[in-house]
């Protein structure tokens, strides 16, 4: 069992809480359908957490609506379940407001995607020190099974019975180009993936946005089984590593390798190709994420899972603090700056309203 010793001071004396995975589940029972990935997610979540060295009163978990958005009502730390696609907001908010806070936005494909939708990108491209995991599962679940943005063009839903008219997001692409400093994707079935990229996305100083392929076993069963079963995985998934060749197959005998900015599969060792030939992953290269996460949008190649983008740039709420602090040193120098609304209330500022007849 992961557990964490925190040292608090009370009063004179210092005393040790211990905070353990135990810790953090909840009285109740949790409800999702009976082999929902869902769970895997919040296993691992739960496995993380303890290792973080961050106080379990300091992490908050913010969701919308959704199966997905139940989850702070499974998490022994606060948290708020907001109204639909609200959860960015909220979150910014938050986070904006007590920087000291973890907090980690939990949200579906629909709830962040639609009406969600431009809450998201505009977290994204602010780089807010915050995590958001999207579970998608390319269906809207909890209303029982309308197609979502990430449905695929052509797929029978309540809502598209004749076949889904229209063309998906891939949210990959779409985080990248909002502007975010940390993309990555990885699979529920995954454990052993699912936990490394938790960690990845948690200890990035900025706005981590992890995409999970997440199986809903009632409306849209089976949708990632090509990347996740264990015959067809190795020959439909492509992990990202950096610094390594992306290379994949049931054997590791096949690679990619760009023709101009196109990728290619080769076949290692038929005489022509070897791993020298193969494209060496670069996640601090925004150019090259692009290119990769392009090709979940061809049928043709493995699915690329891992981390797209990893960089580093200044967040959001650490330049307006100093904007805020700058600012309030222009009015007064006697004392620090405290924010404060009944100050502001009780300001000097007057404004007159003139009535013309």
């Known amino acids: 069992m992961s557990t964490l010793i925190e040292t608090v001071t009370v ?6 809480c211990a905070f ?10 949790v409800r999702w359908c009976a082999g929902c990935g869902n769970y895997s997610v919040l296993s691992q979540v739960q496995k993380l957490l303890p290792e973080l060295g961050v106080p379990r009163e300091n992490i908050a978990f913010i969701s919308g609506i959704g199966c997905s958005s139940r989850f702070p009502y499974y998490m022994n730390t606060y948290g708020f379940h907001t109204i639909h696609g609200r959860a960015a907001a909220v979150a910014s908010g938050l986070k ?12 579906g494909d629909g709830d ?5 939708g431009n809450h998201t990108i505009h977290l994204l491209r602010r780089n ?17 099974g309308q197609y979502s943005p990430t449905s695929q063009h052509g797929q029978v839903t309540k809502s598209s019975p004749a076949g889904m008219p229209g063309y998906p997001f891939d949210p990959v692409s779409l985080a990248l180009g909002a502007g975010a400093s940390f993309v990555a994707r990885t699979l529920d079935r995954d454990l052993r993936h699912l936990g490394v990229m938790l960690r990845r996305a948690a200890e990035h100083k900025g706005t981590s946005f992890l995409e999970i392929y997440q199986n809903c076993v009632v409306f849209n069963d089976g949708a990632f089984e090509n990347f996740t079963d264990k015959a067809t995985k190795p020959e439909n998934t492509l992990f990202l ?22 990728p290619r599969v080769i076949s290692l060792g038929d005489g022509e190709h070897s791993v020298s030939d193969a494209l060496v992953y670069d996640e601090t290269n925004p150019n090259l994420a692009f290119i990769i996460a392009g090709m979940s949008r061809n049928p043709d190649l493995p699915r690329p899972v891992g981390v797209f983008l990893a960089v580093e740039r200044p967040c959001f709420e650490e330049e307006l603090t100093t904007q805020i602090q700058a600012d309030a040193q222009k009015y007064s120098t006697d004392k620090p700056f405290e924010p404060s609304l009944e100050a502001l209330f009780a300001s000097e500022d007057e404004w007159t309203v003139a009535l013309h007849h």
């Open 11 to 16: 009063g004179d004396g210092t005393h040790e």
């Open 20 to 29: 353990s995975i135990k810790d953090l589940k909840p009285a109740g029972d």
């Open 96 to 107: 904006v407001a007590r920087p000291d806070l973890s907090v980690w936005v939990v949200t």
């Open 112 to 116: 962040a995607l639609s009406i969600g």
């Open 128 to 144: 807010i020190d915050l995590n958001v995991l999207l579970f998608n599962n390319q269906i809207y679940g909890l209303t029982k």
């Open 241 to 262: 590593e950096h610094g390594k060749p992306l290379i994949f197959g049931a054997n590791s005998e096949k690679a990619i390798r760009l023709d101009g900015v196109e």
